[in-house]
């Protein structure tokens, strides 16, 4: 499954407006010297098509958006060599699509009635009707179901026969009602005109203020307020994200058709957002099921093979449900969502242990991952819990005092945390911390430069916020102003290209760069990777360029690691050692022989 052509170098990940207004600015930082040989790979996050909310991840369509990219973008990146990859939203589609829209407009002679998920046609049968119009699931059911947010997952559209039908929603969902004009009323002729005036005046002062309009006192004309109240639902707006059916054969045309325009763009590597929600069934949870998630993986993996394409499936479970392991095994590469809690722990407790149990995880499983500091989303802290599934309690990466702990620490240096709920709206669970890397580790640049380090010298492809890199903190205005999700922009700071100017004359940043070559460039990393033993406040790891090759002999039908090719340099190699107190560390680089070269942090 796995494309062994993906190159096995440093990832950028940004928006196409993270840096300067467009993507050309990002593609002008590539070009600029100081960014020479520094990435061999790029995810460009979902503003890069056309979308409406969550900053992408509600995509009306997979075309261009031509406010923020152009084909000469993409033609420079070529050029750059630097391989792209893209997100295929796989749960869901903004409800300013194409197909929701013509839903909207046809209703049920719609070709995309079954595109989206009924939420009464789902539940039939396994279930009593509310008042409010919608089947409220067995307890069972209830008990089995994953929320993303308070309440049931449902949003209630409107059919253009005026009937309310509940929709499934996992995510986002706001509704907007706009103001009246006096042409939508004026077909009330009954009226006199200086009473519609005042109708008018009082249906728009509601709206405006976000009360509710059918409580109003119309005196003489109350027999019409029912009639006016359905003029205004008439004119709603909806802004959310839409469960796709995948039940429905329309929507698996849609996905092969995505499939082939990512590919167009030059897509090599495709992260499946929110794949675990996909497959629904009554009596099952709607997070990751079987066989139901994996029959659909499996056949995305046939689309994707024939685009040659490689597929991410990305997914936030509790370590201890073993899931990235299943994932893993089933021949994909996979997140590595522990990072970013692990690197907390151990730098400011400033221990080894729980990291090298990971880390032997993965070298004794040959998990391929894909790692990172910061991203768009959050710090994960539920993917490192344990998990008890009835049948015995598997233990997490850290224990829940631990993980706590990582949470209050980040939380006392001014970060946020995301939940997890219940259908009843109570918290089930912690799910994310949001703040910037950087703000999450104190603001520390010598923590920040190790944790870089060791992220680094960790098996897979490293993957890099565009902001961890230039060292950027909190930003809570954003924070505060940001809506709907508005706690992720807390690490979203479009950087100026006076900041960039300025960030790349920072010793922090330089530190980083330099850093980031040499792991984009050295052979050593396609080869072996062996920890020292040490004591728990020492870190000590070294990547030799012979054990790639010597590999490949021992098991030639294998073939190489996605994206590792066999090292013509088999003398080389390169050594992390650091201390987890202090963080002071140092990075020695053998290119050949007799040849040694010393990288030490702090530099003097």
């Given at each position: 499954m796995v494309d062994s052509s993906l190159p096995n170098g440093v990832m950028l990940n940004a928006y196409p407006d993270s840096i300067g207004t467009k993507l050309s600015d990002t593609v002008a930082l590539l070009q600029r010297p100081e960014l020479e040989n520094?990435?061999?790979?790029?995810?460009?996050?979902?503003?890069?098509?056309?979308?409406?909310?969550?900053?992408?991840?509600?995509?009306?369509?997979?075309?261009?958006?031509?406010?923020l990219v152009g084909q000469e973008d993409l033609q420079a990146l070529q050029q750059l060599g630097i391989v792209l990859k893209f997100d295929l939203v796989l749960n869901h589609l903004s409800v300013r699509s194409p197909q929701f829209l013509d839903m909207l407009e046809k209703g049920d002679q719609s070709r995309y009635r079954d595109f989206f998920i009924d939420w009464n046609k789902f539940w039939e049968g396994e279930g009593e009707m509310s008042e409010a119009g919608y089947i409220i699931p067995h307890e069972t059911h209830l008990n089995r179901l994953f929320m993303r947010k308070p309440g049931?997952?449902?949003?209630?559209?409107?059919?253009?026969?005026?009937?309310?039908?509940?929709?499934?929603?996992?995510?986002?969902?706001?509704?907007?009602?706009?103001?009246?004009?006096?042409?939508?009323?004026?077909?009330?002729r009954i009226i006199p005109h200086a009473a519609l005036q005042d109708i008018l005046q009082q249906v728009n002062a509601k709206i405006a203020a976000g009360e509710d309009f059918r409580d109003l006192d119309l005196g003489f004309y109350l027999d019409y307020l029912e009639h006016i109240a359905n003029i205004v639902e008439s004119k709603r707006r909806y802004l959310g994200q839409m469960d796709l059916n995948a039940?429905?054969?329309?929507?698996?045309?849609?996905?092969?058709?995505?499939?082939?325009?990512?590919?167009?763009?030059?897509?090599?590597?495709?992260?499946?957002?929110?794949?675990?929600y996909l497959h629904k069934q009554p009596g099952l949870s709607n997070f990751f099921n079987t066989p139901g998630t994996w029959d659909y993986l499996d056949r995305l993996k046939t689309i994707a093979e024939a685009?040659?394409?490689?597929?991410?499936?990305?997914?936030?479970?509790?370590?201890?449900?073993?899931?990235?392991?299943?994932?893993?095994?089933?021949?994909?590469?996979?997140?590595?969502?522990?990072?970013?809690?692990?690197l907390l722990d151990a730098l400011d407790q400033g221990r080894n242990t729980y990291l090298?149990?990971?880390?032997?995880?993965?070298?004794?499983?040959?998990?391929?991952?894909?790692?990172?500091?910061?991203?768009?989303?959050?710090?994960?802290?539920?993917?490192?819990?344990?998990?008890?599934?009835?049948?015995?309690?598997q233990p997490g990466l850290l224990d829940s005092t631990a993980i706590e702990a990582v949470i209050e620490r980040v939380l006392a240096r001014g970060g946020r945390?995301?939940?997890?709920?219940?259908?009843?709206?109570?918290?089930?669970?912690?799910?994310?911390?949001?703040?910037?890397?950087?703000?999450?580790?104190?603001?520390?640049?010598?923590?920040?430069?190790?944790?870089?380090?060791?992220?680094?010298?960790?098996?897979?492809?490293?993957?890099?916020?565009?902001?961890?890199?230039?060292?950027?903190?909190?930003?809570?205005?954003?924070?505060?102003?940001?809506?709907t999700a508005g706690h992720k922009e807390i690490n979203r700071t479009t950087l100026t290209n006076d900041m960039i100017a300025i960030g790349l004359q920072s010793a922090v940043v330089r530190d980083q760069l330099e850093m980031m070559r040499l792991r984009n460039t050295s052979a050593a990393f396609s080869g072996q990777l062996t920890i020292a033993d040490t004591p728990p406040s020492k870190l000590k790891m070294t990547w030799s360029a012979s054990g790639s090759a010597q590999d490949l002999e021992k098991d030639p039908e294998q073939g190489p690691q996605p994206g590792l090719q066999p090292s013509s340099q088999p003398g080389e190699s390169v050594t992390l050692k650091a201390d987890l107190k202090t963080h002071q560390f140092s990075i020695h680089h053998s290119s050949a022989p007799g040849e040694v070269k010393v990288f030490s942090y702090p530099k003097c």
């Open positions: 520094v990435f061999s790979l790029f995810y460009i996050l979902p503003t890069f098509f056309q979308s409406d909310l969550d900053r992408g991840f509600s995509i009306s369509h997979y075309a261009i958006n031509d406010e049931l997952p449902i949003l209630f559209v409107r059919f253009p026969d005026g009937s309310e039908r509940p929709y499934w929603n996992t995510f986002y969902q706001e509704i907007h009602y706009r103001e009246l004009e006096f042409e939508d009323l004026k077909h009330l039940e429905s054969e329309a929507t698996w045309d849609f996905y092969e058709q995505t499939l082939q325009q990512l590919a167009d763009f030059g897509g090599k590597l495709i992260r499946l957002d929110a794949f675990a685009k040659q394409l490689t597929l991410l499936p990305e997914i936030h479970a509790q370590y201890g449900k073993g899931l990235h392991t299943e994932v893993a095994q089933a021949g994909y590469p996979i997140y590595d969502f522990f990072l970013p809690g692990l090298l149990r990971w880390i032997d995880e993965i070298q004794t499983q040959g998990l391929r991952t894909v790692n990172m500091l910061g991203c768009h989303d959050g710090i994960p802290v539920l993917d490192l819990d344990g998990f008890d599934a009835g049948d015995g309690y945390v995301k939940n997890l709920f219940g259908p009843d709206g109570k918290k089930i669970a912690y799910y994310q911390i949001n703040a910037t890397y950087f703000s999450a580790l104190g603001e520390d640049e010598q923590k920040l430069r190790l944790a870089r380090a060791i992220q680094l010298f960790m098996p897979g492809i490293p993957q890099v916020w565009y902001l961890d890199l230039f060292a950027g903190k909190n930003d809570y205005a954003a924070a505060d102003n940001g809506g």
